[in-house]
């Protein structure tokens, strides 16, 4: 699928703010969303580089502190983890597909609603002003091969005073953290025709790699 190259900064502004086989997808999560299974206590730390290597960092903004601080009542101490990356090879800063990872760790009260309150709040923000969002497709929820915890991905259309978009994103909540992996696309093209199973084994692949224990 053809990608619509731009640089970092256009992300932010989109959010201010990844193939492995799947074990399938369900437009139908559970009343209580995704089956949560609980890693031990960890925090996000964002990587030089995700996806084996492939993505390296493009922009590693100050985090907007601002999400931890809207999701304290189910987050706990929360601190928010922000960076954007972009293929190892890109001869430019706007050649290539941008990937962003963006999450706020701590002590999560309830995955579920933490999730819900936590996607609210960063697919409605953009450096120029809030948006209109609304869910197109999904909440489909794929369980990797390469891991067993799921992971949730929709997509959202966006529409604020530049025009109207559309934002692909996979995430994940557990007891440390609520974290989002969505990636640049060319608005031109057809959300239908967008591979959110690729995405979701992307995620996985990112959340192993963000991930860093700590003792409880």
Known sequence: MKRWTRPAAMV????VLAGCSSGGGSDSPSANGPRQVTPGPYRMTM???ILGGTFTESDHAEPDQNIASALSGQV?????AFATYQPANRKSDTEGTVV???GVYGTVLSPVTAREEFLKFAESRSVTGDVQTTVIIGPRTFTPGSSSEPVSCRIVRK???TGTSWQPGCSWADGSAVARVSESVDPRDSPADYDLEALAAKTATVRNEVRTPVTP
Not at 12 to 15: D, H, I, K, N
Not at 76 to 80: A, C, F, I, L, P
């Open 12 to 15: 932010l502004s989109a959010v």
């Open 47 to 49: 990587p030089k580089a």
């Open 76 to 80: 706990e101490n929360g601190v928010t």
């Open 100 to 102: 962003a990872v963006i």
């Open 159 to 161: 529409t604020d005073s």
